[in-house]
């Protein structure tokens, strides 16, 4: 009676929490207000104008992005960096996408992880991924996914809630992960509102460099492996 009682809850609680999304992405569209996320040069100069809130803006901007996927981060990211500067803006940033990012892990272990879990097909996977190494490279997947920019935030978020990823391991790994990607990013976004040609090509080397870094590590790593093989 009691898990019957729990998945009706959390079905009740998923329904809700599906349709306020929903309501509030549908209220930002309607209003306009969903244009200016895209528009990072309108964000600054709308962050700007909220003085001591200005921060407290970007990180539910930031929030608001990871949960709701079509709200775009890249311009938040950049209209911090252009307000606040490379140090402040990358905490803003930060603070603001590891938050996202609990919730969202939050959202989908809450009243995904379970149904998952029924799949008997899947069960055995699932009991693999429980195991401590696997969970060491669960880490690892997260950890490089948020070194890659083309790779979406939002959906590793959401995909490791699904699986039996400790609590804190992701957290670790995303936070990790998110420090230098969120940095460059603010660089970029400094430099480009500011039109400083000199530094958009540095900011620009530097993105691409850390894009080609989890590509250049495991090269590193396979080079490593198959010398200890050879070797023994």
């Not at 019957?4 to 207000?33: D, F, M, N, Q």
Request: aromatic content about 10%.
């Amino acid at each position: 009676m009691t898990s019957k009682l729990g998945v009706k809850h959390r079905l009740i609680l998923g329904a809700t929490l599906l349709i306020g999304l929903a309501a509030l992405y549908w209220a930002l569209l309607e209003t306009g207000a969903l244009s200016i996320f895209s528009d990072k040069r309108a964000l600054r100069e709308w962050v700007g104008q909220l003085g001591f809130w200005g921060p407290l803006a970007i990180m539910a901007m930031m929030i608001a992005a990871i949960v709701m996927s079509p709200i775009p981060s890249g311009p938040i990211a950049m209209a911090a960096g252009a307000s606040y500067g490379p140090v402040w803006g990358t905490v803003y940033v930060v603070i603001g996408a590891e938050a996202g990012a609990l919730i969202a892990f939050g959202i989908a272990r809450l009243l995904g992880y379970e149904a998952m879990h029924r799949w008997s097909r899947i069960r055995p996977m699932l009991a693999w991924l429980e195991k401590e190494r696997s969970q060491t490279g669960l880490m690892l997947v997260v950890f490089a996914s948020r070194l890659v920019p083309f790779i979406s935030f939002d959906a590793v978020s959401y995909a490791a809630g699904l699986t039996p990823l400790a609590f804190w391991r992701f957290l670790i790994a995303t936070l990790a992960g998110v420090i230098p990607t969120a940095y460059l990013i603010v660089i970029f976004g400094e430099v480009l509102i500011t039109a400083d040609s000199r530094g958009l090509t540095v900011a620009l080397i530097l993105i691409s460099g850390i894009t080609l870094f989890p590509i250049l590590a495991k090269l590193v790593w396979a080079l490593h492996r198959k010398r200890r093989n050879s070797s023994n």
